[in-house]
């Protein structure tokens, strides 16, 4: 599976981004999508993640409010709106992909313990939020 994330640019405090990621090559009939951020010196952090089959939708708690993950009309795309965005919102931004949709929101949550690695991952989109 390969993801191409796009969207990504420098942007002013108060302003909003759209992201986008595209998936293709995947074996899985419902390929679940999601999306982390890394900042500078910080840890990579879940923000949110959509099951392509059903549609639930689940965030981290830090990510409630100003990020919005929708699923796109092309089949196996996701994107993520960021409202009101502020210079600790500056990061790479990276999408990333399962067949199977608990480990994901493992991994959006911070809750996994067990190694699982997910199937893809994007090459990131940086994001800068200026002051």
């Known amino acids: 599976v390969q993801l191409v994330e796009s969207g990504g640019g420098l942007v002013q405090a108060g302003g909003s981004l759209r992201l986008s990621c595209a998936a293709s090559?995947?074996?899985?009939?419902?390929?679940?999508m999601g999306w982390f951020r890394q900042a500078p010196g910080k840890e990579r952090e879940g923000i949110a993640c959509?099951?392509?089959?059903?549609?639930?939708?689940v965030y981290s708690e830090s990510a409630r409010g100003r990020f919005t993950i929708s699923k796109d009309a092309a089949k196996d795309s996701v994107s993520l709106q960021v409202d009101n965005l502020a210079p600790a919102d500056t990061a790479v931004y990276y999408c990333?992909?399962?067949?199977?949709?608990?480990?994901?929101?493992?991994?959006?949550?911070?809750?996994?313990?067990?190694?699982?690695?997910?199937?893809?991952w994007g090459q990131g989109t940086q994001v800068t939020v200026s002051s």
């Open positions: 090559g995947s074996p899985y009939y419902f390929l679940h």
């Open positions: 990333a992909a399962d067949g199977a949709w608990a480990p994901l929101v493992h991994q959006i949550l911070a809750t996994e313990t067990s190694g699982y690695q997910l199937d893809a």
């Open positions: 959509i099951n392509t089959e059903d549609g639930r939708i």
